[in-house]
Nanobody, 128 residues
Framework: QVQLVETGGGLVQAGGSLRLSCAGSGRTFSGTVMGWFRRPPGKEREFVAHSSWSGRTIYYADLAKGRFTISRDNAKNTGYLQMNSLKPEDTAVYYC?????????????????????WGQGTQVTVSS
């Protein structure tokens, strides 16, 4: 089992930045791939970013490219999502998720079912 806890959400003005953290625990966290997803109000959950265990394979959704950066500190069992130049449309509940080690292509990485373990989510609200 893997337990995940997201922190770092909050209220920020448009153009601002936030860094979300995802702290993992459990013996199976090692070697996992990590994804970040979000659910805007009234909309379906959508993919944001993915990182392999090593960080050598990273994918971003178009909504994140150039503004968001995914990273992880495996020694601390923690992943991060740095979000810059935030827009009101980035308002959402953000979730981190992890899945078994393995190479995921862009399609697999953006698919929720690739990640069996999910955090509870953290609210990000961007005001205009």
């Amino acid at each position: 089992q893997v337990q995940l806890v997201e922190t770092g959400g909050g209220l920020v003005q448009a153009g601002g930045s936030l860094r979300l953290s995802c702290a993992g625990s459990g013996r199976t966290f090692s070697g996992t791939v990590m994804g970040w997803f979000r659910r805007p109000p009234g909309k379906e959950r959508e993919f944001v970013a993915h990182s392999s265990w090593s960080g050598r394979t990273i994918y971003y959704a178009d909504l994140a490219k150039g503004r968001f950066t995914i990273s992880r500190d495996n020694a601390k069992n923690t992943g991060y999502l740095q979000m810059n130049s935030l827009k009101p449309e980035d308002t959402a509940v953000y979730y981190c998720a992890v899945g078994p080690t393995g190479a995921l292509g862009p399609t697999g990485a953006s698919t929720s079912s690739s990640y069996p373990y999910w955090g509870q989510g953290t609210q990000v609200t961007v005001s205009s």
